[in-house]
């Protein structure tokens, strides 16, 4: 039975595509069998995976409406072993169209569980936003991995971040836990980055990644040629920060 792991924070910029994409691809890359969703009418991760999707029919929009089932709308990625269920602007449209229809926030979930034993992990890309799609998300995931941007407001969007989820976990989705809390965009020259992770442990001890991800100009340039940072440029620190970090994500998991 596959993981179902949403990588949420409702702050944009604080590299939640870049993250899914390469934990998904880095773990596709030693052999595991990974899906990602995307669930961003922005669909980022679509192109960040190579898809133009401008021209998708068949989108994670379809699903939820009950149009077609999720494997009809699965593509291969650039990265053997990894799958893709992609997003485009249609999505936008979603939050009105799904008014009506009773237990809307268990769409995904009831989707997901159709081809839930097709993979070892299932990465859902969501928007930066609690809405609709967002609470599908969460309540379809079994944890959720939180990325968090060094910065001044960092620990003020995680409190927000948190009650979310608690909120979900009483409503929705009992189960729920936080799979881990990732530093992006850490630039160690900055005394700013390492006060932002100096205070963030004081609450979050344990959920905290030891792995950061630095600031890295190959990480920005690899979505726009549709591939993951390993199969851009493996030599990157990027791409060593993921690698570590799938490395990590393992460990914790026991695999």
Known sequence: MGKVIAIFNQKGGVGKTTT???????LAEIGKKVL???????????SGLGINKNELEKTIYNVLLGEIEI?????KT????????PANMNLAGAEIELLDIKKREY???????KVKNTYDYIFIDCPPAVNI???????????????????????????????????????????????????????????????????????????I???LIPRNVRLGEAPSHGLPIMMYDKRSKGAES????????LEREGA
């Open 20 to 26: 899914n994409i390469n934990i998904a691809s880095g």
């Open 36 to 46: 990602t969703i995307d669930i961003d009418p922005q669909g980022n991760t679509s």
């Open 71 to 75: 494997n009809d709308t699965k593509f």
């Open 78 to 85: 650039p990265m053997k072993n990894l799958d893709l269920v």
């Open 107 to 113: 769409l995904l979930k009831n989707a997901i569980n």
């Open 133 to 207: 799609l967002t609470l599908n998300a969460l309540t379809a995931a079994d944890s959720v991995l939180v990325p968090i941007q060094c910065e001044y407001y960092a620990l003020e969007g995680l409190t927000h971040l948190i009650s979310t989820i608690k909120l979900v976990q009483q409503k929705l989705n009992p189960s729920l836990y936080i799979e881990g809390i990732l530093f992006t965009m850490y630039d160690a020259r900055t005394n700013l980055s390492l006060q932002v992770v100096e205070e963030v442990k004081k609450y979050f001890s344990k959920e």
């Open 209 to 211: 990644y030891t792995t």
């Open 242 to 249: 993921y690698k570590l970090l799938v490395e990590e994500f």
